[in-house]
């Protein structure tokens, strides 16, 4: 079973919500409607809360966790995701706030307590360290990411194009899943 409880906690799934056979949701999970995880993505909210928002696509490989509530860090931290944020391929996110419309590119990593506002692109093998916040309208890359240009008029489309193409690939294989 790949999407499961843990302690009392049981996923909550949204309408028409993807996970691929492959995956693992557990825990304190809420997933958006119209969202997708892909294969061999793991969405771990064993200790603390996950929410991810409506038509956001969690990509190959992903891993998704919190930060625990501890003597370290009283509070911990949850992991939040917006809506229409598409996650590349192999990418880690622990216990960080997503917003809206945002694109994070593959392989990047982003830390415990990291805010990435609305309309950001985080661009592919970037690190944004803990408690860092990146403004939203902007590309940031590198490790650790820093703000590199405005992001354009072009780039701001994408996010909403991108989720589009990800909530009709989802529904092929949810058709085709059920299909047979």
């Keep these: 079973m790949n999407v499961r409880p843990f302690g009392d906690k049981i996923p909550q799934l949204g309408q028409a919500v993807f996970v691929d056979p492959s995956a693992v949701v557990l825990g304190d999970v809420v997933l958006g409607a119209d969202c997708s995880v892909w294969p061999a993505t793991v969405i771990r909210g064993d200790m603390h809360r996950i929410r991810i928002g409506a038509r956001t696509s969690i990509q190959d490989g992903s891993v998704l ?28 996110l622990h216990g960080c706030s997503i917003g809206n419309r945002v694109l994070i590119g593959m392989g990047s990593i982003v830390m415990d307590g990291a805010v990435v506002e609305d309309e950001v692109i ?36 994408f996010f909403s194009y991108s989720a589009d193409n ?11 899943s059920w299909a047979g």
Excluded: C, W
């Design 166 to 176: 990800y909530v009709r690939l989802k529904d092929q294989h949810l058709r085709e």
């Design 65 to 92: 966790h919190i930060t625990h509530a501890g003597p370290f860090n009283p509070d911990g931290y949850p992991l939040v995701i917006g809506d229409e944020v598409t996650v590349g391929h192999k990418v880690l």
């Design 122 to 157: 985080v661009g592919a093998g970037s690190l944004v360290p803990a408690n860092r916040t990146l403004e939203s309208g902007y590309l940031y890359m590198g490790s650790p990411a820093r703000q590199v240009r405005a992001l354009t008029d072009k780039e701001k489309a």
